[in-house]
Nanobody, 124 residues
Framework: QVQLVESGGGLVQAGGSLRLSCAASGRTGYANAMGWFRQAPGKEREFVASISRDSASTYYRDSVKGRFTISRDNARNTVSLQMNSLKPEDTAAYYC?????????????????WGQGTQVTVSS
């Protein structure tokens, strides 16, 4: 199987930046496309961004376009999410996910492995 471990969450003021990282281990050959989801208290887990295995394709939810950037380093089996111009509504637990698919999916059911999450809190 594939294990995913997130890091980089924390508390930041509105307008600030954070960089989340996710390290994959285990059978990383199954971790093709990678993505980030988030879940705020009392809400459903929602898609944030995804990237294809070859980094040629990326996909973002509308509310983070132009502020968040997803990237990956296949040699190190890592995926990152650079988050700029953070807003209080970005507050959530952020989860790294991996898919068997090679293109960049955005549906939760297309992802097969999940990390434990890292908390991001944006204060106003």
């Amino acid at each position: 199987q594939v294990q995913l471990v997130e890091s980089g969450g924390g508390l930041v003021q509105a307008g600030g930046s954070l960089r989340l990282s996710c390290a994959a281990s285990g059978r990383t050959g199954y971790a093709n496309a990678m993505g980030w989801f988030r879940q705020a208290p009392g809400k459903e887990r929602e898609f944030v961004a995804s990237i294809s295995r070859d980094s040629a394709s990326t996909y973002y939810r509308d509310s983070v376009k132009g502020r968040f950037t997803i990237s990956r380093d296949n040699a190190r089996n890592t995926v990152s999410l650079q988050m700029n111009s953070l807003k209080p509504e970005d507050t959530a637990a952020y989860y790294c996910a991996a898919s068997h698919l090679t293109f960049a999916p955005y549906v939760k059911s297309d992802f097969h492995y999940w990390g434990q999450g890292t908390q991001v809190t944006v204060s106003s």
